[in-house]
């Protein structure tokens, strides 16, 4: 392989960082806004004009996550299946038309069949659009990239807070008591618009347009980028393929150095950092050993894509994925961390309405303007979007990624006790512990899925195991029914409450979860530093030397004879943290 040439490298990540990136930001910008803008619409009456009940928004957000989290894994693996380039817009371009229909929503199993459909087809899309960034970036240049990608999520509900307070400025709803939204104004002869019906139209309409510049605009891979000239290109995966470098896991080097040609396509790498199997007794957090794959191993159901292109998924993908215990604690820990995020993307505009409900124990109920309660969510989800970059940047500097995300646990945490402990008459620090609250909450999920792509190292099963996270968004489910209208009269206290105590076993969790990591870590070491040469090197080549694990044996029967173990279920593969 030719050696990179650092200019043309510098110019690779800088047409990836300016056009790539960017779309697929505000393809997360427009997911986002879809999700959420349900929230928006009730501060501006949407229930009360249609003629529904208060609840049935909370029934409808929880219809949408029970599907979205349902199906992610099989909104991921049909992502994976047929390509994200072409999956990811078409399912966008669907769910702009269901937002748009809000518009037209006049009863209440027409809001929940709606919000189920847009659940439906969104679900997946994190998972496969992440899967798919993670094609085009190192390891240590991605979570920088993913949290500029996923605080789009903070930055959709600080765009959704302007969008709808300019919307409820110049739309103005006319409150008039004698009828609702089809009844009186029908029989008057006029249809105006309201605010939440030119909310939603604006929304589905851009998602509709912005789903079609994507069939154009996205690559398969770097190796197709239009915007990368022929030269680029072969630097685009030449650099991956460096990343993913299979070498030798052997003290001396010097013999036999040449990387094996990754020609199946196979990623059984981790990082260029790597060290030696004499040295793992007291490896680096920061290094991990890099795996080769021998062309002499027989090619079965496990054969392997290309790992730079976002199409290919075979039946030991999905076996690894669903069997390894790492992702479902991760998951657990997820839900719990996810809470405050999900329900807040939603809610912070009822939120915050209930806080100046409750500023005072009197009689006064000193209802909040809608423009006024979507104008003041957009400083708390722009603090959860710098906060974010910070932490990931950080993180890939550390080349950590667990660390962080108990620091922005630490931040949730803080926020949610001020929140608590505040006088439910003092509005002004309250919502200042929002602020507080809101910057740690976006950090945790971003960070857990670096994690998990940093450390599943084939990409059918990393697109799987991405799919099995996103049943996180189950903590959605929780938060609609946390944050419920009966709430709200007492602050929310008793969500803030329950939240605070989901966060807290989180964080222990993940101190778990690291603790774990690093004990299978040093027991790996210690194990291969009673091997010879030949049979550590058996090992990074092949996966197959044989090892007493009986707590395993049930599981290399369900993969069938002759699988070896891949990627990081190698012995001499180190986690990173």
């Known amino acids: 392989m030719a050696p990179i040439k650092p200019d043309v490298e510098r110019r690779v990540v800088r047409k990836l960082d300016f056009i790539?990136?960017?779309?697929?930001?505000?393809?997360?910008?427009?997911?986002?806004?879809?999700?959420s803008n349900i929230g928006s619409a009730e501060t501006g009456h949407f229930t009360d004009d249609v003629g529904i009940p208060a609840s049935a928004l909370n029934v409808s957000v929880a219809c949408f996550f029970a599907v979205f989290v349902t199906l992610q894994p099989v909104g991921a693996a049909l992502g994976r299946k047929y390509g994200m380039a072409r999956y990811v817009p078409t399912c966008m371009a669907l769910w702009g038309i269901c937002t748009a229909l809000h518009a037209a929503v006049r009863k209440e199993w027409q809001l929940i069949l709606l919000r189920t459909l847009v659940g439906i087809l969104e679900?997946?899309?994190?998972?496969?659009?992440?899967?798919?960034?993670?094609?085009?970036?190192?390891?240590?240049?991605f979570a920088k990239r993913l949290g500029a990608f996923y605080g789009q999520a903070a930055v959709a509900g600080a765009f959704g807070g302007l969008l709808s307070w300019a919307i409820f400025k110049h739309f103005p709803d006319p409150r008039n008591p004698s009828h609702v939204l089809g009844q009186g104004l029908q029989a008057a002869g006029v249809s105006p618009l309201r605010s939440w019906q030119v909310l939603f139209l604006i929304e589905g309409f851009s998602t509709m347009a912005i789903a079609?510049?994507?069939?154009?605009?996205?690559?398969?891979?770097?190796?197709?980028?239009?915007?990368?000239?022929?030269?680029?290109?072969?630097?685009?995966?030449?650099?991956?393929?460096?990343?993913?470098?299979?070498?030798?896991?052997?003290?001396?080097?010097?013999?036999?150095?040449?990387?094996?040609?990754?020609?199946?396509?196979?990623?059984?790498?981790?990082?260029?950092?790597?060290?030696?199997?004499?040295?793992?007794?007291?490896?680096?957090?920061?290094?991990?050993?890099?795996?080769?794959?021998?062309?002499?191993?027989?090619?079965?159901?496990?054969?392997?894509?290309?790992?730079?292109?976002?199409?290919?998924?075979?039946?030991?993908?999905?076996?690894?994925?669903f069997l390894d215990w790492k992702v479902w604690?991760?998951?657990?820990?997820?839900?719990?961390?996810?809470?405050?995020?999900?329900?807040?993307?939603?809610?912070?505009?009822?939120?915050?309405?209930?806080?100046?409900?409750?500023?005072?124990?009197?009689?006064?109920?000193?209802?909040?303007?809608?423009?006024?309660?979507?104008?003041?969510?957009?400083?708390?989800?722009?603090?959860?979007?710098?906060?974010?970059?910070?932490?990931?940047?950080?993180?890939?500097?550390?080349?950590?990624?667990?660390?962080?995300?108990?620091?922005?646990?630490?931040?949730?945490?803080?926020?949610?006790?001020?929140?608590?402990?505040?006088?439910?008459?003092?509005?002004?620090?309250?919502?200042?512990?929002?602020?507080?609250?809101?910057?740690?909450?976006?950090v945790p999920s971003p960070l857990t899925v670096a994690w998990l792509t940093n450390n599943n190292l084939q990409p059918g099963k990393r697109a799987v195991v991405l799919g099995i996270n996103g049943w996180g968004n189950l903590a959605g489910v929780l938060s609609a029914l946390l944050f419920a209208p009966r709430y709200r009269h007492s602050g929310y206290i008793l969500p803030f409450f329950v939240t605070l105590a989901c966060v807290g076993v989180s964080f222990v969790g993940f101190l778990g979860f690291r603790a774990a990591i690093i004990a299978i870590n040093k027991a790996r070491a210690h194990l291969l530093s009673d091997w010879e040469p030949e049979r550590t090197e058996r090992e990074a080549k092949h996966g197959d030397v044989a090892v007493a694990q009986p707590d395993r044996d049930w599981l290399e029967r369900l993969r069938g004879a002759n699988v070896p173990r891949l990627g990081e279920e190698r012995l001499t593969y180190q986690f990173t943290l």
Not at 123 to 141: K, W
Not at 350 to 377: Q, R
Request: glycine fraction near 6%; aromatic fraction near 10%; charge should be negative.
């Open 20 to 35: 790539l990136l960017p779309f697929l930001s505000i393809l997360f910008l427009f997911n986002s806004l879809d999700k």
């Open 123 to 141: 679900a997946g899309f994190y998972p496969t659009t992440v899967s798919y960034l993670s094609l085009f970036y190192t390891r240590f240049e």
């Open 212 to 321: 079609v510049v994507g069939f154009f605009w996205l690559p398969h891979n770097a190796g197709s980028a239009w915007f990368l000239s022929p030269e680029e290109r072969v630097c685009a995966e030449a650099r991956l393929s460096v990343d993913r470098a299979e070498t030798h896991v052997e003290d001396d080097p010097g013999e036999d150095e040449d990387p094996v040609k990754p020609d199946d396509g196979e990623e059984d790498e981790h990082d260029p950092r790597h060290a030696s199997i004499s040295q793992s007794s007291t490896y680096s957090y920061q290094e991990d050993h890099r795996l080769l794959r021998s062309s002499s191993v027989p090619e079965s159901s496990h054969t392997h894509h290309d790992p730079t292109d976002d199409r290919g998924l075979n039946r030991n993908d999905i076996i690894s994925a």
């Open 329 to 442: 604690y991760l998951l657990a820990c997820n839900i719990l961390s996810a809470i405050p995020a999900t329900a807040f993307s939603v809610f912070l505009p009822i939120v915050i309405k209930g806080l100046a409900y409750s500023k005072t124990d009197m009689g006064e109920t000193g209802e909040m303007a809608p423009a006024t309660a979507n104008l003041l969510t957009v400083p708390p989800f722009v603090a959860g979007a710098v906060v974010l970059w910070i932490f990931t940047a950080w993180s890939d500097k550390r080349h950590e990624r667990l660390r962080p995300v108990l620091w922005g646990l630490v931040i949730l945490l803080v926020g949610l006790a001020a929140t608590l402990l505040l006088p439910r008459t003092a509005y002004v620090p309250r919502y200042l512990a929002l602020i507080v609250l809101l910057s740690g909450s976006f």
